[in-house]
Every structure is written in structure tokens, then in C-alpha cells.
């Protein structure tokens, strides 16, 4: 896997399992990806994914500076568009009783 992804992406523990660097995720290149994306999924008023998340929560986000985005942010909207894509995919149905 080192010949396809840089060194920094990948590091290898003591243990010889290898694990993902989080410093990949902390370019602000990344999150104002992620942020735009997110607002392609807030421009889609019938997004079902707003029945789970808070519409105005990703609504805020989006405008945030992307190299001052907190990390727990960051993971936010991963999930947001990560749910999103999900829903978009398979159409599950949520029955709550």
C-alpha cells in the first residue's frame, strides 16, 4: 500500500497493524471539500437525511472557516454526507413505534 498512498496516510504501529494517520483529514482542503459537498446535500430540500440531522446544524457549518473546523465538525459532516449517500442508495425506512 506505501507505492499508492504517501507515508503520512499510512503509519505502521508497533504491532506491525497498520493504521490511517488522521493528519490527512486536518488539511483545509479536506474539510472545505466536505463542506461543500454538505451543501450540495443541504441544497436538496426533500434530503430524507434532514429527518435525522439537524438541517440548520449543517446550514451553520458549511459557512465556518475550513482551517479553524473543529474536528468533531468535520466528522459531523462526514456523517451527514455519509448518511445522505446511504439513504440516497438503498431507501431504507425508518419505523419508530
Known amino acids: 500500500m506505501s507505492e ?11 504491532n506491525g497493524i497498520r ?9 483545509p482542503g479536506y ?3 466536505r463542506q ?10 426533500d434530503s430524507p437525511v434532514f429527518d435525522l440531522i439537524d438541517r440548520n446544524w449543517v446550514a451553520r457549518v458549511i459557512t465556518l472557516d475550513p ?8 466528522v459531523g459532516l462526514d456523517h451527514v454526507i ?3 449517500t446511504w439513504v440516497d442508495m438503498y431507501a431504507p425506512t425508518l419505523q419508530l413505534e
Open 67 to 74: 482551517a479553524r473546523l473543529d474536528p468533531y465538525v468535520r
Open 31 to 33: 474539510a472545505a471539500a
Open 4 to 14: 499508492v498512498l504517501p507515508g503520512t496516510l499510512i503509519t505502521v504501529s508497533r
Open 19 to 27: 493504521q490511517e494517520s488522521a493528519s490527512a483529514t486536518q488539511d
Open 36 to 45: 461543500r459537498r454538505a451543501g450540495e446535500v443541504l441544497a436538496q430540500p
Open 82 to 84: 455519509d448518511l445522505h
